[in-house]
């Protein structure tokens, strides 16, 4: 047709013709074929964790960044707790992302890239917490000498928990709370750290007994086994615990953060366990010496104030002798008293008379009668009084007289003793002080004899005892 343009004729090919779809499935069997399984070492940035469990990050160095994901059940085995700035060798596999025209990798293994690299963030870690002082001596608290109930943060299964058992129950058996949790592995660090605070905030009398002690325990292992207790969470829960902390991780030659936040570090769970508690026998020893020396020290000071007691009793004057020198002075008191009231009434009669000689006889009478009817009155009172003083002072003097006569050793000759005393005066109290010819004398409750001493009894047979003569003790 005039005026109209013919059409090109189509340009024949032999390339296959694909969609975005096909072509992105293609090259993603690929990529996943040729790398399906990979060692990348990198540095991790961008690191994200949602709330779906998976891990997003990034892996790079000086010259390329590679994109990774880490699914939800890979990332709770990884073993540690992926940071940026970490450097890290993972092991996976190349995939490709078809929605954004980009190549990621799947990890399912991460490690640390060389102890070094370990070493350097630990290190760098210590001394962030250090500059925050969660490692001050003055954060230090003291640990209890016997407390009353132990909580054990450590896995429920192991030889841990039963070394530390084992060592409590030999020295001093003590009630134990074990709070149980993994001690490796991603989510150790954050039961870990629950652990401690859950001890801590129990009630002071609730149902659970509080702990007066924790112990933080694990077994030996490497530097990445033991990461957890590295972590800042495990960290901040042990310097924070209003609880006194013994950590014991590892063997003694293994140290973690934990070590420097808590109380007390052991360098094994058993040390920790003896750490804990004194040994109860040495204990009992201790207190039973402690006691014997008391008694002793006690004796020893009866002993003294006993012998000062003796010291100066000999000083005294006998209470009979005392006594008797009251009584024979009251009685010439008693004596006296009369005369001297009659010697009295006779001065006061011949001053009165001397007084009232220029008195008329009636008034002379009658003021003589009075004076003397007042005297006799006073004279009888004073006499009465004089009396009861009397009995009231027999009667004072009776009790420590019978109390003395009931202490006096006489009393106790009544009842068939007898007291013996040597040539000086001294009683002989015991047979040491006996020799054969000595001469003694004998006081019975009626009197004295004189007594010398023959041989001991137990040189004779009783057959052949003679009959002692009067006078002679055997």
């Given at each position: ?6 059409k ?9 013709e ?11 069997r ?121 909580g ?54 609730g149902?659970?007994p ?82 014997r ?9 009866l ?79 004073l ?10 002072a ?37 047979a040491?002080a ?41």
């Amino acid at each position: 047709m005039a005026g109209m343009e013919a059409k090109p004729a189509p340009i024949a090919s032999n390339l296959p013709e694909y969609t975005v779809g096909e072509l992105s499935q293609r090259l993603k069997r690929t990529v996943e074929d040729s790398y399906a399984l990979v060692r990348v070492r990198g540095e991790i940035s961008g690191f994200k964790r949602p709330a779906s469990g998976h891990l997003y990050l990034a892996l790079k160095d000086a010259d390329a960044v590679l994109d990774a994901v880490c699914w939800k059940g890979n990332a709770a085995r990884l073993g540690l707790k992926p940071e940026d700035g970490m450097e890290v060798i993972c092991t996976g596999k190349l995939t490709t992302y078809p929605g954004r025209s980009k190549y990621q990798m799947v990890i399912e293994r991460m490690e640390l890239a060389g102890l070094g690299a370990l070493m350097a963030l630990l290190e760098q870690r210590r001394k962030k917490l250090e500059a925050e002082g969660l490692f001050d001596a003055e954060r230090k608290r003291a640990i209890p000498y016997l407390p009353r109930v132990i909580g054990v943060v450590t896995s429920p299964t192991g030889a841990v928990i039963r070394d530390i058992l084992h060592r409590l129950r030999d020295r001093f058996p003590r009630h134990v709370l074990v709070w149980p949790v993994r001690v490796q592995g991603e989510e150790a660090a954050g039961e870990v750290a629950a652990a401690i605070k859950g001890f801590n905030d129990l009630p002071e009398s609730g149902p659970v007994p509080r702990p007066d002690l924790l112990i933080v325990a694990r077994g030996g292992g490497s530097l990445e086994d033991l990461w957890a207790f590295n972590e800042e969470e495990v960290v901040r829960a042990a310097a924070a615990s209003t609880i006194p902390l013994i950590s014991a991780v590892g063997h003694e030659t293994d140290t973690t953060l934990i070590d420097f936040a808590s109380d007390r570090r052991a360098p094994t769970p058993t040390a920790a366990a003896e750490m804990a508690v004194p040994v109860r026998l040495e204990l009992v020893e201790h207190v039973s010496g402690r006691d014997r020396r008391q008694i002793q020290a006690l004796r020893r000071l009866l002993g003294e104030h006993g012998r000062h007691l003796a010291t100066l009793s000999r000083g005294l004057r006998d209470p009979r002798e005392l006594l008797q020198q009251r009584a024979q002075r009251l009685d010439e008191l008693s004596e006296r008293l009369p005369r001297a009231l009659h010697a009295a009434i006779e001065r006061k009669r011949t001053n009165l008379a001397a007084r009232t000689g220029g008195l008329r006889p009636n008034v002379l009478k009658r003021d003589v009668a009075q004076h003397a009817k007042a005297l006799a009155d006073k004279l009888e009172r004073l006499q009465r009084e004089w009396a009861r003083r009397v009995e009231r002072a027999t009667r004072d003097l009776s009790g420590p007289a019978k109390l003395l006569e009931s202490l006096s050793y006489r009393s106790i000759l009544g009842r068939g003793f007898a007291v013996v005393r040597g040539p000086d005066g001294r009683p002989l109290t015991t047979a040491a002080a006996v020799s054969p010819g000595l001469a003694a004398s004998v006081e019975f409750a009626d009197g004295r004899r004189d007594a010398v001493f023959g041989g001991t009894a137990s040189a004779r047979t009783r057959s052949e005892t003679p009959k002692p003569k009067q006078g002679t003790l055997l």
